[in-house]
């Protein structure tokens, strides 16, 4: 999963403390959620989509999967 939420912020002038206070997470789970390592509960990303008015649809979009191999359709 991919996500804007580091531009979001930026526009905001917000710090990642700043915006996991407001979340009720630490910065260490904001860093990671901005850097790709962690795609959030849905409740979070909810109250992400709140918090920067817009869909969920908008911040996060579908990204490749990190866990799933990568195999052609003919097996080789």
């Known amino acids: 999963m991919r996500n804007d939420i580091k531009a979001r912020r930026a526009e905001r002038r917000w710090s ?3 915006l996991g206070r ?3 997470v630490s910065r260490q789970t904001v860093i ?3 850097n790709d390592k962690y795609d959030p509960s849905l409740p979070l990303a909810f109250r992400l989509a709140a918090l920067f008015e817009c869909p ?3 911040i996060f979009t579908p990204g490749p999967d990190p866990t799933s191999e990568s195999t052609s359709e003919s097996g080789v």
Request: hydrophobic share 50%; charged share 35%.
């Open 16 to 18: 990642q403390a700043e």
């Open 22 to 24: 407001a979340l009720g």
């Open 32 to 34: 990671a959620i901005e």
């Open 56 to 58: 969920i649809e908008e």
